[in-house]
């Protein structure tokens, strides 16, 4: 469905936001590995949602969240669910594209600003780009600011990305999708396929960046190519390293680890080849090679965060990974040679589909699930 831009007017989601406490499941669960798996609590935070995308805390720990479609949503401290109006008239949402991405500003508590990513048109024109809002007192209404990136390509609204996410240093990444285009992915003047760092008030491509020096503003934004549909970008504290999650065709989901480069996906010949592998090494020998690979089938990998603190036990410094199509999430832990394997598997087949997974204040780790209709919620898993 695409919003008309002919007129702006503030968006509000179409049914009123809930939060539900349910009554505590305790999970207690041993790790495929043999590691001691905390038991855990879960309990719906937010319900009556459609395909809640991304969330984002506040310093204060008030929660965001975008819904695909086109609404924004505010979780307070004090746990109230309400609707937060924002100027989404421009919005274009098809298939995987709507309004997507959403993180708070590293120095919220002075600017207040918030950045998403969303489908973009004009009626003639389509993109995907990344918004920047001020958020005002009382977290009910986002005011909108001139956009910070835009020609992020989009096609029929597949293969759209779009995370966004900051390191230590405040510089933002965005993860995006090649626009199911065979050329995009190794396009150096292209945003498809790509993981940007860019700088958050201008929007242009960082130092330290490999191609910071060229004369192309897209090609200063990037750190990696070769990417299919990056679906999670999540930052490692102990050493702050970047982790990304995208989607396979009918084989290889994969987690890589952000590091400068390419990582081989390169759909050609023809409009869109998706038999070639997700990992070309004969076509690039230097590609970087997965961390993780689902191999066959997909899983359809989604939003990942790393786990912090002794409440986790045995998970404990592991990366959490929502699947889609898998209905699951997967724990998965860091070797030596800087490899993951899965150590366990939890909620298959409970929830549904699995799109976002955020550790939020406390320590505790929240899940949005991609169920359509009406029916998605937000989880909240404490380890007790």
């Known amino acids: 469905m695409t919003a008309s831009p002919a007129r702006r007017r503030r968006s509000r989601p179409a049914r009123l936001l809930t939060s539900v406490v349910a009554l505590p499941v305790a999970i207690a669960l041993l790790g495929l590995s043999g590691c001691t798996s905390p038991s855990l609590s879960v309990r719906v935070v937010a319900s009556r949602l459609d395909i809640p995308w991304d969330l984002s805390f506040a310093p204060n720990g008030t929660m965001l969240f975008t819904q695909r479609g086109g609404a924004v949503g505010v979780r307070h401290p004090d746990g109230s669910v309400a609707p937060v109006a924002a100027d989404l008239s421009d919005l274009f949402a098809s298939g995987e594209t709507g309004l997507m991405g959403i993180v708070f500003d590293p120095?919220?508590?002075?600017?207040?600003?918030?950045?998403?990513?969303?489908?973009?048109?004009?009626?003639?024109?389509?993109d995907i780009r990344v918004v920047p809002w001020t958020l005002r007192v009382g977290a009910r209404v986002l005011d909108r600011l001139p956009p910070l990136v835009t020609g992020m390509p989009i096609t029929s609204g597949r293969h759209g990305g779009c995370r966004l996410r900051f390191d230590s240093q405040g510089r933002l990444w965005i993860g995006t999708g090649d626009a199911a285009t065979g050329t995009n992915p190794q396009n150096l003047a292209n945003l498809g396929g790509k993981i940007l760092r860019v700088d958050r008030f201008t929007g242009q491509g960082v130092s330290g960046n490999p191609f910071f020096s060229s004369s192309n503003a897209n090609t200063r934004r990037l750190i990696s190519w070769g990417h299919r549909n990056v679906q999670g970008v999540a930052f490692r504290p102990q050493d702050g390293s970047m982790w990304t999650v995208e989607h396979g065709p009918d084989r290889d989901d994969e987690v890589n680890e952000g590091i400068v480069g390419n990582f081989g996906w390169d759909p050609v010949p023809g409009t869109y080849n998706e038999s070639v592998p997700m990992t070309d090494f004969r076509k690039f020998p230097d590609a970087k090679g997965a961390r993780w690979s689902s191999g066959v089938p997909t899983v359809a990998t989604s939003g990942a965060t790393w786990l912090t603190g002794s409440q986790w036990e045995g998970w404990d410094g592991t990366l959490a990974v929502a699947a889609l199509k898998?209905?699951?999430?997967?724990?998965?832990?860091?070797?030596?040679?800087?490899?993951?394997?899965?150590?366990?598997?939890?909620?298959?087949?409970?929830y549904g589909r699995l799109r976002t997974a955020q550790l939020g204040p406390g320590g505790k780790l929240y899940l949005t699930t991609s169920n359509g209709g009406g029916t998605d919620v937000i989880l909240e898993v404490t380890p007790t």
Not at 119 to 126: E, L, P, S
Not at 327 to 333: D, F
Not at 336 to 345: C, F, K, Y
Request: aromatic residues 8%.
């Open 107 to 126: 120095a919220f508590d002075s600017n207040r600003r918030v950045y998403t990513c969303q489908g973009w048109t004009n009626g003639a024109a389509r």
């Open 326 to 350: 898998d209905s699951s999430l997967r724990i998965m832990r860091l070797d030596g040679n800087r490899n993951l394997s899965v150590v366990a598997t939890v909620f298959k087949g409970t």
